[in-house]
């Protein structure tokens, strides 16, 4: 059954660098999501993308997150300079086709600011 | 700002008996609603959802139904198995475009032998 990867499953980084999560997201799914979980809170939705743009984002994802689908099968969060509060387990989703559909979950980045 | 409410964080449950996890949410906008499950380090696993134009949508052991007027979604698992044991969460979605989803803060499911 198709699913959705992500690299790495951990991470960890300092305070200040950058940090590119990974994701590759089921192959006839068009729309892409990033959500982050803080420890002990909810899943909380960060951006998605379709047709090699932005379509919605949370206030959550502010100047210092972007994302990218560099080639046809990954679709990238970074993180340009990473903050303690930044530690989170990050999961990537995909969806076939947007609305009223189910979105697929990756089993998620744990990212460790120290 | 809890659009999505899952009051209780924890339910437990005898092996064959029926559970009720419950969600409420404030947003008159939601109009499609989804649960899921999710075990420790691992993404949220996709269970069963609804559209606002149904009340009731069953899938094998799990049922979930929607009261629009109460604002009001459960999702009902019987007979209940130890595989079963997990946090659940509730999800809500305005169904337009690329809509990310708004969680509840789940509810952890234990199913006693």
């Known amino acids: 059954e198709p699913e959705v990867t992500q690299t790495p499953s951990h991470q960890v980084t300092q305070m200040g660098q950058e940090v590119i999560l990974r994701c590759v997201p089921i192959?006839?799914?068009?729309?892409f999501y990033w959500y982050r979980q803080i420890l002990g809170q909810k899943v909380e939705f960060l951006v998605s993308?379709?047709?090699?743009?932005?379509?919605?984002k949370s206030e959550i994802f502010d100047d210092q997150f972007s994302v990218e689908r560099p080639d046809g099968s990954n679709f990238t969060l970074k993180i340009r300079s990473t903050k303690l509060e930044d530690s989170a387990m990050y999961f990537c989703?995909?969806?076939?086709?947007?609305?009223?559909?189910?979105?697929?979950f990756g089993p998620g980045t744990r990212l460790t600011v120290t | 700002d809890q659009q999505v409410k899952q009051n209780s964080p924890s339910l437990s449950v005898q092996e064959g008996r029926i559970s009720i996890l419950n969600c409420d949410y404030t947003?008159?906008?939601?109009?499609?609603f989804l649960w899921y499950k999710k075990y420790p380090a691992e993404g949220p696993t996709f269970l069963i959802s609804?559209?606002?134009?149904?009340d009731k949508n069953e899938d094998g052991r799990f049922t979930v139904f929607l009261n629009k007027s109460a604002k009001h979604l459960s999702l009902h698992i019987v007979p209940s198995q130890p595989g079963d044991s997990a946090v659940y969460f509730c999800?809500?979605?305005?169904?337009?475009?690329?809509?990310?989803?708004?969680f509840g803060k789940g509810t952890h499911l234990i199913i006693q032998p």
């Open positions: 993308f379709y047709n090699n743009e932005i379509s919605e």
């Open positions: 989703a995909s969806n076939i086709a947007g609305g009223d559909y189910e979105q697929y």
């Open positions: 999800a809500a979605s305005t169904g337009g475009g690329a809509d990310g989803l708004t």
């Open positions: 192959s006839n799914h068009l729309y």
């Open positions: 609804i559209s606002s134009i149904k």
């Open positions: 947003n008159s906008m939601f109009d499609y």
